[in-house]
């Protein structure tokens, strides 16, 4: 009942958004009367549902009638399945439904305007061209659809054409600053400066608070050596957006021109502290300190822009950094998209894995980091991150195949090594986790850490002797190292061996970590194994606080129970650890209770509570 309530509930918030009309829920409550869960169906098998009911019915209904006040059930079918998908950020499957709707009801515009921001989202181009010049030939004014096809072609240098779709924008939606302003930057490429500047204009004052608009006005009027009016632009751009380091430079370079070289100094120590390898920036720094013109008035032979400033960063690329740091994602990737269009090149990638991995699309942001290698395949960092997102998405083998590679670029890498080992572990290849390990240390013996890992893997193939050696290492240079304390506790308390120092060594992880529930449930069962139950009853009930519910720790909880002849309570305690055992579908890559011998206790526990009676 309640999975069935919440169906309904997500039916009818989506049905306002889709249409107001009363018919279409009752249309739809019979086309899925005849078809399975909406959430069963993979795409490849909803494309025909003809044979339905409802379909049926609406076709009926529309040959004896004509036109009707309902929609036809299957665009509706698609616009929940697009939501859905939008959801969970599956934009391409989203796009694919709203393909359907459109179909099936292409009077309904904005759904027309979704489908070509999907496209272009996902970076089919092509076809969000076609679909945006089919929805024009029904909706000519549509300023969305209009500025994306104006985007699109200007990205893929088919100006004339952008520039048009751009006009049609400004006459449809005059108070649109991204037409002129774009079609300013086109203009400004074809090196047609005049009419670059009278667009710009046009943007400045529908949008005079926007940083990019007077960044690039600033570098127009700069062009036509209006200086003053050149300054005040890149001023306010840098007032607006104090990151936005090519208006600063560019307003470095105007003082500068204007002989107001303790200013443009200035402005140049700002710059070297955000971009401190510029080799441009320090050329100038060094040339004014040089050349004796501090406090001067010198302003003659300049050339307008330099030649280290001439060269613009994407446009698309700036206002995909801006919507990025404002965390509007979604409108990032369309920016994105359109850079690439332009050229291929590393940092849309970067950023658009970025948003793919916080968006839990961890297969997507590994396509852009593929696409990264074959940009820069000597790139170590690139190669590190896309091993790491392999083993994010439990791919070890990817990820192993990564790490042995960047071995073989430093092998005299010690964190590299490291981390083969880590996704050997990960992979269950426990002796060439151990083996790879070593390596690490042979190459720093320093590293505490390493050691403790050694030790992890040693006791988890049955070598308690060198697992001990090695937390007795990592001890020796870390004294504080808790994990270690607690490990060597526990490993003691395990084999019966030397519970009194077992104690030490867990008070001693109590002392750095005292709210640390396995370490707790370490000291529990040392008191356990040194015949104080009570104690050890004490230490776990504490560890049962700090911890989410651990089947070893109710495995632990059973038996001190029992010790104190509490059978009923130790029986729940280890239908809880079976619980936790059986259900948990991860490997978890460490101690686990076994099944069978959690059965037997409890049954024993069961007779026992029997022959109390």
């Known amino acids: 009942m309640k999975a069935q309530a919440c169906e309904l509930k997500f039916l009818c918030r989506a049905n306002k958004e889709f249409s107001h009309e009363g018919g279409i829920l009752f249309m739809l409550c019979l086309f899925l009367a005849n078809c399975t869960s909406i959430s069963e169906i993979p795409i490849s098998t909803i494309s025909d549902f003809s044979s339905s009911y409802a379909v049926q019915s609406f076709e009926k209904k529309r040959e004896l009638s004509g036109k009707l006040e309902t929609r036809d059930p299957r665009s509706y079918y698609h616009y929940l399945e697009a939501l859905k998908a939008e959801k969970v950020y599956q934009m391409e499957q989203a796009a694919l439904h709203y393909q359907e709707v459109v179909q099936y009801d292409p009077e309904a515009e ?39 096809l104006g985007d699109i072609l200007a990205s893929r240098r088919q100006v004339e054409q952008s520039i048009n779709y751009y006009d049609r924008v400004s006459q449809s939606a005059p108070e649109n600053a991204r037409a002129p302003f774009l079609k300013g930057v086109i203009l400004e490429e074809l090196e047609r400066f005049d009419q670059a500047l009278e667009e710009y204009k046009k943007a400045v ?7 990019l608009v007077q960044f690039y006005i600033g570098r127009a009027y700069l062009r036509a050596n209006q200086l003053q009016k050149a300054e005040k632009s890149l001023e306010k751009a840098v007032s607006l957006k104090p990151n936005l380091i090519g208006a600063r430079h560019h307003l470095a370079w105007v003082l ?82 359109l850079a690439l269009a332009v050229g291929d090149y590393k940092d849309p990638h970067v950023l658009m894995a970025r948003i793919y991995e916080t968006h839990g699309r961890l297969d997507k942001a590994v396509e852009e980091f593929e696409k990264l290698r074959k940009l820069e395949p000597k790139s170590l960092e690139i190669l590190l991150y896309t091993a790491r997102l392999y083993s994010l998405m439990k791919m070890t083998q990817n990820s192993v195949a990564l790490l042995n590679e960047a071995v073989q670029m430093e092998p005299e890498n010690d964190q590299l090594q490291h981390s083969l080992s880590l996704a050997y572990m990960a992979q269950g290849e426990n002796e ?14 320093q590293k505490d850490s390493y050691y403790f890992e050694l030790g992890a893997l040693m006791e988890k193939g049955g070598d308690y002797k060198g697992a001990i050696v090695n937390m007795r290492q990592a001890i020796e240079l870390n004294p504080l190292h808790s994990n ?67 089947p070893v720790l109710y495995d ?26 059986v259900t948990d579908k991860e490997d978890p890559g460490g101690e686990m209770p076994d099944p069978q011998k959690l059965k037997n206790k409890i049954d024993n526990a069961k007779r026992l509570l029997q022959q109390s009676y």
């Open 205 to 211: 004052l529908l949008e005079p608070n926007n940083p």
């Open 556 to 581: 632990h909880l059973g038996d001190i129970l029992f010790s104190l002849k509490n059978y009923d309570e130790a029986s729940g305690a280890w239908k809880n650890s079976l619980y936790l055992t």
């Open 432 to 445: 060439k986790a151990i083996t790879t390990m070593r390596k690490a240390l042979a190459l720093n013996p």
């Open 256 to 337: 500068e021109r204007q002989g107001r070289t303790i200013e443009a100094l200035k402005e140049y120590g700002l710059l070297l502290k955000l971009t401190p390898d510029n080799d441009h920036i320090k050329n100038r720094v060094s040339k004014l300190h040089s050349s004796g013109a501090l406090g001067q008035n010198h302003s003659g032979g300049f050339e307008a822009i330099p030649s280290g400033l001439a060269k613009q960063i994407n446009v698309h690329m700036r206002i995909a950094t801006i919507f990025f740091e404002q965390t509007l994602y979604m409108k990032a990737l369309d920016e994105f998209q």
């Open 484 to 550: 270690a304390h607690n490990f060597l506790g526990y490993i003691y308390a395990l084999e019966g061996y030397d519970l009194d120092q077992a104690l030490v060594h867990l008070k001693k992880a109590l002392t750095i970590q005292p709210r640390n529930g396995y370490f707790l449930d370490s000291l529990g069962w040392i008191y356990f194994k040194k015949g104080e139950p009570k104690k050890a009853l004490t230490q776990i009930q504490k560890a049962l606080i700090y911890t989410e519910p651990d």
């Open 110 to 148: 904005r759904f027309h305007e979704k489908l070509v921001r999907l496209l272009l989202r996902t970076g089919q181009l092509d076809k969000a061209i076609l679909a945006g010049q089919n929805a024009l030939s029904s909706f000519p004014e549509n300023e969305e659809i209009l500025m994306t």
